[in-house]
């Protein structure tokens, strides 16, 4: 099977499973939603403080969220030890891996696009003149987050205590895609509703590295 | 067999009686330096000597860290034990080093630029370095089979290498849009000054190299006794 009717496989598996109990969606949802009223509770912000520091409350509040939500890519997997029987299949090992960051991709993507009215409304900004280009920096920002969280998932899944080891080992790794992306963010809301060339460029980058290097070193993950 | 066991102990235990003084010998000429030999900075002062031990832990962590992730590739490529092991211990050598450089930092910006941290570019990347690496020891520490623990801790290293030029670049770009307290960089170094802050540096790679050399013999003896303790399992004494 090619790389890319595999990855479709996997990823029209990982959706059916999560359209069939939409758990991992909803509560990702409202926890961002939370995380973002009670940012606003601790800083009681004006609305160019709004402009200046809800970017990176936004993407904070979607980091915290993704290193709730990539959790359980594959620890569902462990309860009837079904990556076993994904291993068994006739698919790359790195198939599995892009199929569960394609469908990670989607699932924080699809948080994304719900929260953002939202979001707009909560802290006053009117988003409608940069949508495009806030769409795109949110996707690729999320892309980075997507890929190293899936990668770090599937290793802290094999340890103990996964759930504290996932944004501990997670956090420091994609510090760069929160400075980027809060920054390309800013630089969209702020007056001039310009976007930083550099960080574009810079998040493009991350993506490249790290889908490169899951595609070298994914098939590490999967050996039992 | 025990006659063999016993001698290598012994040759061992030789080398490293030999690398612990000489390891100490000149860590402490490199002190003297510091504080003697080298000329007192014009306008920093006193204080300034903490650099000949601040710049060459941050080297000596890089040197720490490149050794980390060589033996993070190496073991993926040939899954032979020692590869893991060396890594373990040139990490546990970077987290130390970087934090010798974290701590001192603030020491000698406290009088020099009136705060202890700054967020300058430099200071917060290292952090978040340091963090990646403890992050990864952390790893170790949470996987209890050593194949496993030794495969999924070199991916996590060769992560980390990866992410350390774009911590650098986006903290460096982000901060260079900030207001940040200005670095006196005259240009100038007193040629003193540079042969002291190499020579400490020396000493600082001989302690790396002892320590990890011991580090590495301890978590050999470690699996050596883990097989074993499986072997007796296995034979049910």
């Given amino acids: 099977m090619s790389l890319t009717r595999s990855t479709s496989v996997i990823l029209s598996k990982e959706l059916r499973v999560e359209l069939r109990s939409r758990e991992l969606l909803s509560t990702t949802l409202v926890f961002v939603l939370l995380v973002l009223v009670l940012f606003s509770f601790t800083f009681d912000p004006t609305s160019a403080e709004a402009r200046r520091f809800g970017p990176g409350l936004l993407w904070l509040g979607l980091l915290f969220a993704s290193s709730l939500m990539l959790q359980p890519s594959f620890v569902r997997e462990q309860a009837n030890d079904t990556l076993s029987a994904l291993r068994m299949t006739p698919i790359k090992p790195f198939a599995i891996l892009l199929g569960k960051i394609a469908s990670n991709l989607l699932f924080l993507f699809f948080v994304e696009l719900t929260l953002l009215p939202i979001f707009a409304a909560l802290y006053n900004l009117s988003i409608l003149p940069v949508l495009g280009r806030l769409l795109l920096v949110l996707f690729l920002g999320t892309v980075g987050l997507a890929t190293t969280g899936t990668v770090f998932s599937a290793i802290t899944a094999q340890a103990r205590l996964r759930e504290l080891l996932l944004p501990l080992l997670l956090f420091p790794i994609v510090a760069p895609v929160l400075i980027a992306s809060s920054e390309a963010t800013v630089g969209l809301l702020s007056p001039a509703a310009a976007l930083d060339r550099v960080w574009l460029v810079f998040l493009i980058a991350f993506d490249v590295v790290f889908l490169t290097a899951a595609w070298l070193f994914g098939e590490y993950l999967f050996e039992e | 067999m025990r006659h063999h066991l016993g001698s290598a102990t012994k040759s061992t235990m030789a080398g490293t009686v030999f690398y612990a003084v000489f390891a100490y010998a000149f860590l402490g000429l490199a002190a003297y330096a510091a504080l003697f030999v080298a000329p007192t900075e014009l306008t920093m002062g006193v204080i300034q000597r903490i650099f000949y031990f601040?710049?060459?832990?941050?080297?000596?962590?890089?040197?720490?860290?490149?050794?980390?992730?060589?033996?993070?590739?190496?073991?993926?490529?040939?899954?032979?034990?020692?590869?893991?092991?060396?890594?373990?211990?040139?990490?546990?050598?970077?987290?130390?080093?970087?934090?010798?450089?974290?701590?001192?930092?603030?020491?000698?910006?406290?009088?020099?630029?009136?705060?202890?941290?700054?967020?300058?570019?430099?200071?917060?990347?290292?952090?978040?370095?340091?963090?990646?690496?403890?992050?990864?020891?952390?790893?170790?520490?949470?996987?209890?089979?050593?194949?496993?623990?030794?495969?999924?801790?070199?991916?996590?290293?060769?992560?980390?290498?990866?992410?350390?030029?774009?911590?650098?670049?986006?903290?460096?770009?982000?901060?260079?849009?900030?207001?940040?307290?200005?670095?006196?960089?005259?240009?100038?170094?007193?040629?003193?000054?540079?042969?002291?802050?190499?020579?400490?540096?020396?000493?600082?790679?001989?302690?790396?190299?002892?320590?990890?050399?011991?580090?590495?013999?301890?978590?050999?003896?470690?699996?050596?006794?883990?097989?074993?303790?499986?072997?007796?399992?296995?034979?049910?004494?």
């Fill in chain 2, 54 to 237: 601040h710049v060459p832990s941050f080297w000596t962590a890089f040197i720490a860290i490149a050794t980390t992730t060589f033996g993070s590739i190496a073991y993926l490529a040939t899954r032979a034990m020692k590869w893991d092991w060396i890594s373990v211990s040139a990490a546990e050598l970077a987290t130390a080093f970087l934090t010798i450089g974290l701590v001192t930092g603030p020491i000698w910006a406290k009088p020099v630029w009136g705060v202890w941290w700054a967020w300058d570019a430099r200071t917060t990347s290292t952090f978040v370095l340091w963090a990646i690496y403890v992050s990864y020891l952390l790893l170790r520490t949470l996987v209890d089979e050593p194949e496993r623990r030794a495969l999924l801790s070199a991916v996590v290293a060769i992560f980390a290498c990866l992410d350390v030029p774009l911590v650098y670049f986006s903290i460096w770009w982000f901060r260079t849009q900030h207001p940040q307290p200005v670095i006196g960089d005259s240009g100038y170094l007193d040629p003193r000054m540079l042969k002291v802050l190499l020579f400490c540096w020396g000493a600082l790679v001989v302690v790396f190299l002892a320590v990890v050399r011991q580090r590495y013999r301890l978590e050999k003896l470690r699996a050596e006794v883990d097989a074993l303790r499986m072997e007796a399992e296995r034979r049910g004494l």
